[in-house]
């Protein structure tokens, strides 16, 4: 007992000190400790998170690029495909409308060519009726001045005979 | 030649408040709270945002920083949750005061006081620690606390079983048990005399010192209290996280744990 005297032992002092220490707890527990653990933990938690989504958005992203490029692989080919059909397609529309084309100027040549072949042959019937009357008023003025009425009968009935086999 | 006016063991009164004693380490202990409590306040103010400002930042650090301390001794994120602020607060608690003996004024401001009918000079302000009352509080909480958290984690039928084995089933561990029992009461002693031994020890050696050597010399003195201080505040609650661990583990695993104390 008398050590605790000398070195001043005092239960009192001793509680005061227990409960000055109870408070610091408590008020660093309350206004340090735990808000700004939660904050780190919080933190922690979104930079897990963020870190996850990342290496989620990373790996979406390389599974995008592979689709992509199938993609496109398979867009490559369909568009090849597509063309070549589209080529032939042209080609063959081509020909057709060049055979149309060709049919339809042959039928025009054709059916000129007949048109040509009547209209010679109209103005050829024409120019041989047209001529046979020059002739025939020719001849008929020519023949009043040396020939007798009647010999000019005979003479163009003769010549009117013999007319068409001459023109032709 | 003047004589070297060295502390006493105990703490001085430096008031009363009806009968309950005021002594000038309780005053000690009152400012040291009330820095703590500023610095709470301040943490407080910055509202814990996410995007840290540099004062919170600066707290972050050290509230982490312990936080993965503890848990590389106790090896259990949980079990480190709930004793992070025990052994936290001891660790802060004991530094702040240790340093805080160190300032000027500390030792040196005198009051005159009437005791039993003469008049004394004693100082205002004295260390903290350099009182039995304050570090036997402190020995006294971490040692209830070691046992709370191993009841808590085992159970108490387990826990009491590491002290008391009956005799006609393993005289030898009945024996051991007693001397849990009296390591219990040991390690008391000994949180309370490295602590106070330490502090009082350099108040001491600063007082000669100063009377020796007044200007200059006592400057490396003061700067190894800020050591002594540092280290005494971290052995205590570094033994305090140790003494858990091994409470919370069962009996197989506690004699790593003794290696680890007395080294």
């Known amino acids: 007992m008398e050590l605790l005297t000398q070195l001043g032992i005092n239960w009192q002092l001793l509680i005061a000190q227990i409960v000055n220490f109870g408070i610091v707890v408590a008020v660093l527990t309350y206004l340090v400790y735990k808000p700004l653990l939660s904050t780190i933990d919080a933190r922690r938690e979104r930079t897990r998170k963020s870190v996850e989504d990342a290496k989620k958005i990373e790996s979406q992203k390389r599974d995008m690029e592979v689709f992509r490029v199938e993609q496109m692989k398979k867009i490559d080919a369909e568009c090849g495909a597509f063309l070549d059909q589209a080529k032939k397609d042209a080609e063959a529309t081509k020909e057709q409308i060049l055979t149309l084309a060709q049919k339809e100027a042959d039928r025009l040549l054709t059916k000129g060519e007949e048109r040509l072949a009547e209209e010679r042959s109209r103005v050829f019937s024409e120019v041989q009726n047209d001529l046979s009357t020059i002739i025939v008023r020719l001849t008929e003025k020519i023949l009043v001045k040396e020939f007798t009425p009647e010999d000019q009968k005979k003479w163009i009935g003769d010549i009117q005979k013999e007319l068409p086999s001459l023109l032709r | ?263």
């Open chain 2, 1 to 263: 030649m003047a004589a070297i006016e060295a502390p006493t063991l105990a703490s001085e009164v430096i008031a009363h408040i009806g009968s309950f004693e005021v002594r000038n380490t309780l005053l000690m202990a009152w400012i040291a709270m009330a820095v703590l409590f500023v610095v709470s306040f301040l943490t407080w103010r910055t509202k814990y945002k996410e995007i840290p400002g540099r004062f919170q930042t600066f707290m972050e650090m050290i509230v982490e920083g312990f936080f993965d301390f503890w848990d590389s001794i106790i090896d259990d994120r949980e079990q480190t949750r709930k004793i992070y602020p025990l052994v936290t607060s001891i660790f802060i608690f004991l530094v702040v005061a240790n340093w805080m003996g160190i300032l000027p004024g500390v030792g040196s401001i005198l009051v005159r006081v009437h005791t039993d009918g003469h008049t004394s000079m004693i100082p205002l302000l004295r260390s903290m620690n350099a009182d039995v009352n304050m570090t036997l509080a402190f020995a006294l909480m971490s040692i209830i606390a070691t046992q709370v958290f191993g009841i808590a984690a085992l159970g108490v039928a387990p826990y009491m079983g590491k002290f008391l084995i009956a005799p006609w089933k393993d005289p030898i561990g009945c024996f051991v048990g007693l001397l849990e029992i009296v390591a219990e009461f040991a390690k008391i002693i000994s949180f309370t005399f490295r602590l106070f031994g330490n502090i009082f020890a350099g108040e001491v050696l600063i007082v000669v010192i100063s009377f020796l050597v007044p200007y200059i010399a006592p400057i490396p003195f003061l700067g190894l209290e800020i050591f002594v201080g540092f280290i005494q505040a971290l052995v205590f609650s570094m033994l305090t996280a140790v003494f858990i661990k091994m409470a919370t583990m069962m009996h197989g695993g506690h004699e790593e744990g003794h290696e680890m104390a007395h080294a």
